[in-house]
């Protein structure tokens, strides 16, 4: 078994993260495994390590990371069958110094928002670009019930005017919707910079049919972003 071997420089900065990160993974861990191109690297990475004897227990946030780790053989169990996880390591679309993520752009925002709060510590992994001063640059993702999900979707053009935004909200996939592993809709909310996220955060909770949103606010402890020849650590690792 050989680790992938991206060519293109900004795949080698985000395997460059995701290996530094799964320096942190120690025997006996209960593991939180993200999603997205970033962490495909670390899943990669670990199956290479469990391969060589590495004892570790995970549970993935979405059914991509499920299949990616099933064809290494990493042991994977149900979040409540372990309880708590030690570590979860996911990318992120946006984070600030602070480690407030905007995350969800490859549709696995539930599940990984589910993981990231049963974990005791998530390590971030990215490539520099994502690194922000504010977030919302990247359209913040919200998964919504597909019931009546257009009408979910005016009551958010509220709660966005109520915190001082607005910009256009657009329905992922379009005429053909893009469905998530739990079987909801996602808009995709172009708001400009997000200066009061914790607000936000709470007011779209409040929104029935919301089912979650992208705003990662408390869970990450740590980060790790490479660039072409930097690696830059926030937090604890
Ligand atoms: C998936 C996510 C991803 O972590 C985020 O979209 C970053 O992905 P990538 O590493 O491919 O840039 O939140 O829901």
Redesign the pocket.
Known sequence: MSLLQPTEPIEIM?QKAALRALECVRPGMKLGL???????YFVDGLGQKCADGLEVVCVP??EATRAQAAELGIVMAELGALGRLDLTV????EMTRDLHLL???????LR?KIVAAASDAMIV??DDT?LKDHLGAFAL?VEVSKFAHDATAAALHGVFAQCGLSGAIALRGGETPFETDGGHFIYDCALGKIDAPHELASALVLVPGVVEH?LFLTYATGAVLAGADSLTELGDL
Do not use: C, N
């Not at 996911?90 to 679309?93: H, L, N, Q």
């Not at 995350?103 to 925002?109: M, P, T």
């Open positions: 985000k993200g999603t997205g191109s970033t962490a495909r946030t979405s996911d990318g992120a679309d995350k969800g752009g490859g549709g696995a925002l990984e992994i990215a994502k993702p992208g």
